[in-house]
């Protein structure tokens, strides 16, 4: 195995017996490389099994620390803990950008970098731990480098920005944004309703007891389906 890759097996404290599934785990499709058969050689297929064995470690571990929660709120949970922005974050924290094999052409676009990379790399991590080690090896490795998310997002701090995040998605794709909000209940204790319109159609809607939470619901409404 390459020193590198070495290297990075000491980051994530797991040795793999078949050092090829951590290769594979790490090359990007511009780097080029082919399988045996001919077919490309990349990690999107093992992505796909990590995505899977993330999410359901993560539901399980919600399902056992959070016993009385109810199925939408350990929903909403997962969702914070396995998406982009936190699997970048745990990437960057690994380093794993800088153990990737890409070709020039994305190295010159800062592919390294790119948080839907990072993102990406991380689950086809997981899924190469799955199929080399199995299932607990999986589960130990989640549990052990997403720790601290879990515990933010239990304890309410994992905080994504959504309103921010669509607007920046509006603005790439030309989008016309507005939110339109009723509200209801005494002064003291409103409940705030928004409808999220794109475009002129309704794309999303969300409540809360403030307009700013019921305006970031109504964004994190739509993104979730994007």
């Not at 993330?54 to 929903?75: C, F, H, M, Q, W």
Request: aromatic share 8%; net charge negative; hydrophobic share 35%.
């Amino acid at each position: 195995m390459p020193e590198r890759q070495k290297e990075l097996e000491g980051k994530i404290s797991y040795a793999f017996l078949n050092d090829a599934l951590l290769k594979e785990a790490l090359t990007h499709s511009s780097k080029g490389d082919l399988r045996p058969s001919g077919e490309r050689l990349d990690y999107e297929r093992l992505e796909f099994i990590g995505d899977a064995m993330l999410d359901a470690i993560v539901g399980a571990l919600l399902y056992t620390r959070l016993p009385d929660s109810k199925e939408g709120e350990l929903t909403k949970l997962r969702a914070q803990i396995v998406c982009e922005d936190s699997l970048n974050r745990i990437g960057q924290e690994l380093e794993v950008g800088a153990f990737l094999r890409i070709g020039e052409g994305e190295e010159r676009s800062s592919g390294r970098s790119k948080p839907s990379v990072i993102a990406d790399v991380v689950e086809a991590i997981i899924g190469a731990i799955y199929l080399d080690g199995g299932y607990e090896e999986a589960r130990a490795f989640v549990e052990r480098v997403f720790s601290g998310l879990v515990d933010e997002a239990i304890e309410g701090k994992l905080f994504r920005d959504y309103k921010t995040k669509l607007q920046e998605m509006a603005q790439k794709n030309g989008w016309h944004i507005e939110y339109r909000t009723e509200d209801q209940g005494p002064d003291h204790d409103k409940t705030f309703f928004v409808h999220l319109n794109i475009n002129g159609k309704e794309k999303g809607y969300g409540i809360g007891k403030s307009k700013k939470e019921a305006e970031q619901n109504a964004a994190e409404s739509f993104l979730g389906k994007a």
